[in-house]
């Protein structure tokens, strides 16, 4: 399929690399998980998989979510903004989201200039990851 | 405030402008509105006023949400993710978020390769732009 020709617009440069933001929100609850980006072959893999996939600026390669924790994100429905420079996709979340062990990597509020967790951990990143 | 004392980390470069994105949801329903990028100042603007403040990556210079339709944001809760690299912002907004007159700027559903209008309608864009 090709991308742009549904109206994607990979218009965000971020280091070298053409991305649309993509926003991860819990299907049933509709708690906003995390939100990271997508370069056409992350979206494209989302799309064949129904696993979403990211592109990680940091470590500038295409990212499964879940495959070292076992946290995978199946989607249910993909939405496109009207920009069509960002997508929402709505998922089942296996276990927490956020690496930290939190539902949602949203688990801090800012109150003043400090911040406070209000999230539910639900695991411990220890037991999760760096299990060699 | 010295936003980066609170964490936060200004890393995504998009067009020489250190930006946070902003995912903006329903303070009540959770529907997720729009995501945009803030720069520090658009996000300490956000911050004073309790008025979302974005920064227009194609137009290169900050927007006050609602500014020529009336349509603001009023935030209620500003949460910030694991990597202090994206902010949640919950809040009410008057008429709609999206500039084609639609409640969320994810109006649309991926479907195959076809975008399918899935969201509502709530006012005509040619009655709130572009009075003049």
Request: proline share 1%.
């Amino acid at each position: 399929m090709d991308l742009e020709e549904s109206g994607l617009n990979f218009r965000h440069k971020v280091g070298n690399q053409e991305l649309v933001i993509a926003v991860a929100q819990d299907y049933k609850t509709l708690e906003v998980l995390m939100v990271a980006f997508m370069n056409r072959e992350a979206l494209q893999r989302t799309i064949d998989t129904r696993k979403a996939h990211y592109w990680s600026t940091s470590r500038q390669k295409i990212w499964l979510k879940g495959e070292s924790s076992g946290n995978f994100q199946e989607v249910k429905e993909i939405l496109v903004d009207c920009d069509e420079d960002a997508v929402l996709i709505k998922i089942t979340q296996t276990g927490g989201a956020c690496h930290e062990g939190y539902e949602s990597c949203f688990f801090r509020e800012l109150k003043g200039n400090k911040l406070e967790i209000i999230g539910n951990k639900v695991f411990e990143p220890d037991e999760v990851y760096n299990k060699d």
